[in-house]
Every structure is written in structure tokens, then in C-alpha cells.
């Protein structure tokens, strides 16, 4: 790799916020972060003071994007919830009610073939390793990869209908305001 290519590219990923502010910082900091965290921690992470990161901490736990627990130090962790509400919102704001539907029904056909393929109603319901041993076709890997994009179609679909729901309960409410 030429040495422009490098200086043009991403920053390494154990220095990926350095040329953010250091709100941005702690804030890239807990999307990453996976488990409860002390403030001093996260500091340490966004390269600033403890003080400072307990302000925007505080901050980021009145906002819901953090969980605070108390004790001694308290510590934080990122609010799945909270990213969870905020993408559906945003597919809700992003594509029509037609969009939508489309995206379930695609994501449904996709998970009832893995599910006729499996012969089961889910992916945790799949033994991967009999699976490989019953098949000629499919190596482990492959079902292991099957069945990861299966959950996802699970996961997505009720993403896009959650967000269906909200466009629709949204214009009902404007037609009857």
C-alpha cells in the first residue's frame, strides 16, 4: 500500500475517533463498549479526562444512549434499546409504508425457505452439526452462514414491520386529526 493511500484511509481502528471532539470520542467509545464500564475507562478509551467523559456520560444517560449503574465506581453501557428505537424510527422516516411491506414480505420468503430448508421454526431449533453430517450438499460452514443470515432476516423483519407499524399508526392519526 502506497504511503498516500494510507494517510488517505481510515484511522487504525484502536485510534479511529482521535480526530473527533471529544464528545464524539466517548461516544464512539460506548459504541464499542459491551459491557457495564467505568467512566475513568472510557475516559482512557476517548484519550480525555474522567471528568469530562462523566459529564458527557451523564449526558448520554439522560439522552438513554447509555445506562448508568450505580455503585462504586458506577459504570455505563450502551442502551441496545436505544439504537434499536433509533433505527426503526429511521426506516419509519426513510421509506413508504409500500417500501416497508415490501422489505417484510421479501425478508418472509427468504426466512420460510430456510425454514422449510431446515425443516424448523427457527435457527436456534437447527442442530448445525447433524445438519452437515445429514448433507451432502452443505459443508458446516455453510449452515453455520445459513443460519446467521437467518437470524438476521428474523431480526430485520421485525425491524421493518415494527417501523410499518409506526408509518401506518402515524398517517391514521393525521387522517382522524
Known amino acids: 500500500m502506497a504511503e498516500t493511500d494510507a494517510a488517505d484511509g481510515p484511522p487504525p481502528f484502536e485510534n479511529a475517533f482521535s480526530g473527533d471532539d471529544v464528545e464524539q470520542r466517548i461516544y464512539g467509545t460506548i459504541l464499542q463498549t ?32 447509555v445506562t448508568r449503574y450505580d455503585g462504586h465506581p458506577a459504570t455505563y453501557e450502551r442502551n441496545d ?21 415490501d422489505h417484510v414480505r421479501e425478508l418472509t420468503t427468504r426466512i420460510t425457505e430456510y425454514e422449510t430448508t431446515y425443516d424448523a421454526a427457527s435457527p436456534a431449533a437447527v442442530d448445525a452439526v447433524a445438519a452437515a453430517e445429514d448433507s451432502d450438499e452443505r459443508t458446516i460452514d455453510a449452515i453455520y452462514s445459513d443460519l446467521g443470515d437467518w437470524a438476521t432476516a428474523r431480526e430485520e423483519r421485525d425491524r421493518y414491520e415494527r417501523a410499518r407499524q409506526q408509518l401506518t399508526d402515524g398517517e391514521r392519526e393525521q387522517a382522524s386529526g
Open 34 to 65: 459491551r459491557e457495564p464500564t467505568t467512566a475513568s475507562a472510557i475516559a482512557d478509551s476517548a484519550d480525555c479526562d474522567p471528568k469530562t467523559a462523566r459529564k458527557y456520560l451523564g449526558w448520554f444517560d439522560e439522552l438513554g444512549i
Open 81 to 101: 434499546a436505544y439504537f434499536e428505537w433509533r433505527r426503526i424510527n429511521q426506516l419509519a422516516a426513510d421509506q413508504s409504508v409500500e417500501d416497508l411491506q
